[in-house]
């Protein structure tokens, strides 16, 4: 066992609701201690300029371009995570001179890895400089550049989590504005892909139909009825034929199949199609999960744990119920994935993401002797 790292995870996800901070002590391997986390949500203001750089952001052919708001919104959503780590700090009683190294996933605009493309916006040095602390970023790009999918990345993380869970196989699902699944088996082999949609179909759905950012513990969704028509066209998609490796990017999906229902009967459609697109990953696992563990945002909607219990035949739990925080996990294998690459680890295996072999990835930035302020 290698010296304990300290770290901070961040995480700002697909469903744009705010900033995960997280603190684990870790050698990046087995050792594992979770401590404090956080969550501090977004204005209306730097959300509608996420929105607007998520759609300035389709037409990308490279990586490094910024045109439009992106460059400004890069710049804003960096020192966000920037204040956000400060606050965490302050709020947690924890000394910045003792963080040994902070984890950035930044926000994902564009997700194409079968163009070998993967936009996060998140300038690393600048959060280096704003915090003092040396900052991992850009973890999926290496992966991409390889030829893997760029995603998911939590599945190593989720194996040290349960490693001593006597079920197995196990999945550990992570609903999002995506969802993905890791499939954990006896032998400690990994099984990762996104299964289909999390909640961001929900969520737009809402905001234009109610004008709420999302559909409270799936009280919309409970009040109406699916339809079994629009719910066989959604999963007509050709993606859920797809073999894994596979992954998403948060607009694949479409509801139009959906455009004509009532808000309730429209949301409780789309709801359906989460639950029914995770339990379908199903027919790519080699042994059907003895336990379900879910985690992310739609854990709290209650109509999709509901619904998803429906369609598996074991037992499908909030993360809660095994002892781990389900709005922190992403964020704390943030912190774990960026100890990892700092000490030249494997983040991304040919069984969670299809590069071709075991490989690091992230870039480092450490803070130079300027303080920006």
């Not at 607007?52 to 389709?58: G, H, L, P």
């Not at 371009?65 to 947690?92: C, N, Q």
């Not at 196989?169 to 289909?196: E, K, M, Q, R, Y």
């Not at 009825?225 to 490796?245: G, K, M, Q, W, Y």
Request: net charge negative.
């Amino acid at each position: 066992m290698g010296k304990l790292m300290r770290a901070i995870g961040l995480m700002s996800g697909t469903s744009l609701d705010g900033i995960d901070v997280a603190f684990i002590e870790t050698d990046g391997e087995d050792a594992l201690v979770r401590g404090p986390a956080r969550t501090f949500p977004y204005d209306e203001a730097m959300r509608r300029m996420l929105v607007n750089a998520i759609a300035d952001a389709k037409d990308l052919k490279t990586r490094g371009e910024r045109p439009y708001l992106l460059g400004d919104a890069e710049r804003a959503l960096t020192e966000s995570h920037g204040i956000a780590v400060a606050r965490f700090l302050k709020e947690a009683g924890i000394e910045r001179s003792s963080i040994d190294v902070i984890g950035f996933h930044g926000q994902t605009v564009l997700h194409r890895p079968e163009i070998g493309l993967t936009v996060q916006l998140g300038l690393g040095d600048l959060l280096a400089n704003f915090t003092r602390c040396p900052v991992v970023y850009d973890l999926r790009a290496a992966d991409v550049e390889a030829g893997g999918e760029g995603a998911p990345l939590v599945p190593a993380y989720h194996r040290a989590l349960t490693a001593k869970l006597p079920q197995r196989p196990i999945a550990i699902v992570n609903i999002g504005g995506v969802a993905n699944l890791t499939w954990i088996g006896s032998d400690g082999g990994l099984l990762a892909f996104d299964t289909g949609p999390g909640n961001a179909l929900i969520d737009d759905w809402m905001r234009r139909k109610t004008g709420a950012f999302l559909d409270s513990g799936g009280a919309t969704a409970a009040q109406g009825r699916v339809n079994e028509d629009a719910l066989i066209s959604l999963l007509s998609h050709s993606f859920f034929a797809e073999t894994p490796p596979k992954s998403l990017d948060r607009n694949t999906f479409s509801s139009e199949a959906v455009e004509s229902l009532s808000a309730e009967d429209g949301a409780a459609t789309l709801t359906a199609f989460t639950a029914r697109a995770i339990a379908k990953a199903r027919e790519h696992m080699p042994g059907e999960p003895e336990l379900w563990i879910v985690a992310g945002g739609g854990r709290r909607n209650r109509t999709i744990m509901r619904m998803l219990a429906e369609q598996v035949h074991h037992a499908v739990v909030p993360a809660e119920a095994i002892g781990l925080d389900g709005d922190s996990l992403e964020a704390e294998a943030w912190a774990y994935l960026a100890v990892r690459s700092v000490r030249g680890l494997p983040i991304t295996f040919p069984g969670t993401t299809g590069v071709p072999e075991p490989m690091s990835g992230g870039l480092k930035a450490d803070p130079t002797a300027h303080v920006i302020h």
